[in-house]
């Protein structure tokens, strides 16, 4: 049987935290239009992600000592990262009324609203997922 680690539970409870709040405040309507306006934004976030996940681990394990090029590797990674992913998810934040009538139709226009809002800290988030990679070379057994 696997065993949950504290990290693991924490960044659980971390990704999930959002939805906690927002189904006590705004019920379960509101939760529904926010999670799939969530799930809209976090596609992009997801698909690099994954990938850049099973690269970037092995990649950092082979130079994790030698910090000058692990610092200068992390550097051009989160330049390449914001170069992709602002504009990306941005742009997904000011055609979010066009994605939401093509994809979803006129019933989920309540998603919009979200879906303007999240996209905009979406690149921070796939950021922070980097970090968490890249840094976690050092604290493998």
């Given at each position: 049987m696997a065993r949950l680690?504290?990290?693991?539970?924490?960044?659980?409870?971390?990704s999930q935290?959002?939805?906690?709040?927002?189904g006590k405040l705004l019920g379960k309507e509101a939760l529904g239009f926010?999670?799939?306006?969530?799930?809209?934004?976090?596609l992009p976030v997801q698909k690099v992600s994954g990938i850049l996940n099973q690269v970037a681990f092995p990649a950092f394990s082979k130079i994790q000592n030698d910090s000058a090029t692990v610092k200068l590797h992390v550097l051009k990674s989160v330049r390449i990262l914001s170069f992709l992913s602002f504009p990306?998810?941005?742009?997904i934040s000011s055609i979010a009324p066009e994605i939401v009538q093509l994809l979803l139709g006129p019933k989920w226009e309540p998603a919009i609203l979200p879906l303007q809002i999240l996209p905009m800290i979406m690149p921070l988030r796939m950021i922070s997922n980097f970090f968490t990679v890249s840094c976690g070379c050092d604290w493998s057994p």
């Open positions: 680690r504290p990290g693991e539970f924490c960044g659980f409870f971390y935290a959002d939805m906690f709040v927002a926010y999670s799939v306006a969530m799930h809209l934004a976090s990306v998810l941005w742009g």
